[in-house]
């Protein structure tokens, strides 16, 4: 932020909060906004900086074990499960609490509500193995802490599934998903401790920013990011 007068107070790109469907894909929009003059009053502009049209992530993808889809109902109590298994370290709030909540009709609404559990045209697949059909946890791209043009890829396994490739190989299918939208960048956070994390990133070709947020008692999440070839 510059600060000073009578020039522009404030200048910043501003992703808008709600996307807007297009014909051949959805737009994001980025705006500057700025005050000029000494004081708010004395005027505003708006310029438009740039309008990207993407596609939206497929809501299924398929890899040679796996098959990533949409949420359905019943896939509420194994997606309880996760909530679990989670490490300790991991905010309260992403934890069963003390009373049990979530509950699994508290999951269950959430994926009535949002089959893809993201903002529109994003989505967190649900993963299934091919052979078996069974459920083995998600994988796809959020908002989370980046934005709609740069958003977060994000996974997370049940502990049954660990130790054979699924993580890396969800992934890497929703990375080229992702690239196929037209996204040139893709973001992850992931905090310090969690090093099976960092490894699946590391094989996709991401590496660490120089932004880190700090946190004492859940421990630092350090930002990962991957600019995308374009294809």
């Known amino acids: ?4 007068c009578p020039v522009e107070q404030e200048s910043r790109p501003t992703p808008l909060s709600d996307p807007v469907g297009a014909a051949f894909g959805r737009v994001a929009l980025l705006v500057e906004i700025g005050i000029t003059g000494d004081r708010p009053a004395a005027g505003r502009w708006v310029r438009l900086v740039e309008m990207r049209t993407y596609e939206d992530l497929p809501a299924e993808l398929v890899t040679e074990r796996l ?10 109590e194994q997606f309880r499960g996760l909530w679990f298994e989670r490490d300790p370290r991991v905010p309260a709030a992403r934890r069963i609490d003390a009373e049990g909540r979530p509950t699994v009709e508290d999951v269950r609404g959430w994926l009535v509500d949002n089959p893809l559990t993201a903002a529109p045209g994003l989505g967190l697949l649900a993963i299934e193995l091919r052979d078996t059909g069974g459920f083995i946890g998600y994988c796809g791209l959020t908002v989370g802490h980046g934005s709609f043009d740069e958003p977060e890829i994000a996974y997370e396994l049940a502990q049954r599934a660990h130790g054979h490739g699924y993580a890396t190989e969800a992934a890497r299918a929703v990375l080229e998903a992702a690239i196929r939208t037209g996204r040139r960048r893709l973001w992850a956070t992931v905090r310090e401790w969690n090093t099976p994390s960092f490894r699946v990133l590391e094989k996709l070709g991401f590496h660490r920013s120089d932004r880190v947020d700090e946190d004492v008692e859940h421990g630092n999440s350090i930002w990962m990011t991957r600019v995308l070839d374009p294809r």
């Open 1 to 4: 932020m510059a600060v000073g």
């Open 67 to 76: 098959r990533l889809r949409r949420w359905v109902p019943s896939d509420a």
